[in-house]
């Protein structure tokens, strides 16, 4: 008689393990998607604060003639070789970014060759947007993704 009623239990049961399985799965999703995408969001501006680094940091190191150079106003030479120091560096997101963009500054404006810079700048800006999740972190951090800027300011040695 026992076995009669443990029998009929188990087939009562029957199935639900898979509707505890629906009632707790979209939690343990929410669980895993907020720690990944903020791991991609601090691996992201990591490699965005390096980019910044290194390119404030070859700008610093430039010669006077590389900084003055007769560029009449342009942009020298060194601050687009800092652009794109960052960029390069940049390249090992850059499938996961909305946009990225680098800037050079002497003295808190665009470096222009017409005088030596007490302080050289690196500014990067990168816009990440979650492309597993999105669905759950689009609400959070807009459609346009979340805005990260790294900022680099490093005194001129050739000063």
């Not at 302080?119 to 759950?136: E, L, S, T």
Request: glycine share 8%; proline share 4%; net charge neutral.
């Amino acid at each position: 008689m026992k076995t009669l009623f443990s029998r009929r239990h188990r087939q009562a049961e029957r199935g639900s393990v898979a509707i505890e399985a629906a009632i707790i799965l979209p939690v343990l999703i929410l669980f895993l998607a907020v720690p990944l995408f903020l791991a991609r969001i601090f691996w992201y501006y990591s490699v965005a604060e390096k980019a910044a680094h290194d390119g404030a940091r070859f700008l610093s190191q430039a010669s006077r003639m590389e900084i003055q150079g007769s560029t009449g106003g342009l942009e020298p030479g060194v601050a687009a070789i800092a652009r794109a120091i960052a960029n390069a560096e940049l390249d090992e997101i850059r499938p996961g970014l909305i946009g990225a963009s680098p800037t050079a500054q002497c003295d808190g404006i665009t470096c222009n060759g017409l005088s030596v810079p007490t302080y050289v700048r690196m500014n990067v800006q990168i816009r990440v947007r979650d492309q597993i999740f999105g669905f759950i972190t689009d609400p959070l951090f807009g459609d346009e993704g979340l805005l990260l800027t790294a900022d680099v300011t490093m005194r001129y040695a050739g000063h």
